[in-house]
């Protein structure tokens, strides 16, 4: 039997008989229009084929976007307190804190010489929300992002010490290195115990690695520190931490109270 043959038996079986025929004004072929049960059906069924196709391509790109952009998702640690906020949820209260918002947005954007941030300014003054905001935007930009509390990579780090070997610490330095924006929040707030001179030199050496490595590509730092308390704390490699940092960076100064201990006298 014919593959037309076929089509007509079971078309016949169906109870779908042929009623004319049409030609399609999308796409310009030809095609029968049917009828079942006093139902005629006049798509055409190269179009609903195509559709069906590109609706199946679409969420293929989805799923791959998705994967890309949560590549580096399980190596962030965010503050409870700020994931799902948005630009919209942060109300400036100063001069300051409005042009820390308006800068962040401007960033996003990708108009700005500087390609990185350094937000400077006490606790609870929204430093790491307008950050949080940012690696939102470049995640839907397509961007993997990895946003790090400084304190608590710190932890993992120390913990991944004869447990994994050193090998966890060689992963979250590499892929620091490899994403496309790295937040490195409240840099400076890590506690190590200080060395014979009074410098904590085993977190400045994994923080010069990490500021070293992002040479060249997008970063944000934020930090309560002033660049004299940074010096204090890190010693011998401060000079050149810093200078890493402030690499191709707009410095944001951020002042105001903190938003999180208001009305607490
Ligand atoms: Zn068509």
Not at 135 to 152: C, L, M, S, Y
Request: glycine share 6%.
């Amino acid at each position: 039997m014919s593959l037309k043959n076929s089509m007509d038996e079971i078309r016949k079986r169906m109870g779908i008989e042929v009623v004319g025929e049409a030609t399609c004004g999308e796409c310009g072929k030809t095609f029968e229009i049917t009828r079942r049960h006093d139902v005629v059906s006049d798509h055409c069924p190269h179009c609903l084929i195509k559709e069906e196709d590109d609706r199946l391509k679409q969420s293929l790109q989805d799923q791959q976007h998705n994967r890309h952009v949560r590549k580096y998702e399980r190596y962030c640690s965010i503050p409870d307190d700020i994931i799902g906020k948005t630009f919209d949820d942060y109300t400036p209260h100063t001069s300051s804190q409005k042009q820390a918002r308006a800068i962040s947005e401007r960033f996003v954007t990708g108009d700005m010489q500087e390609h990185s941030l350094v937000f400077q300014g006490s606790t609870g003054i929204g430093k790491s929300h307008l950050s949080y905001c940012i690696k939102q935007a470049f995640n839907e930009q397509g961007k993997t992002v990895i946003f790090i509390d400084t304190p608590e990579m710190m932890n993992r780090i120390k913990q991944s010490f004869g447990n994994y070997g050193d090998n966890y610490q060689e992963q979250l330095l590499k892929a620091m290195k490899n994403t496309d924006l790295l937040i490195l929040d409240d840099i400076g707030a890590e506690y190590v115990k200080p060395d014979a001179n009074g410098y904590e030199s085993w977190a400045a050496d994994i923080i010069f690695q990490i500021v070293n490595s992002r040479l060249g590509k997008q970063s944000i730092y934020t930090t309560n520190y002033t660049s004299k308390d940074l010096a204090k704390k890190y010693g011998m490699l401060s000079k050149r931490i810093i200078s890493r940092m402030m690499s191709k960076a707009k410095v944001i100064k951020v002042d105001g109270e903190d938003q999180r201990l208001k009305g607490f006298e």
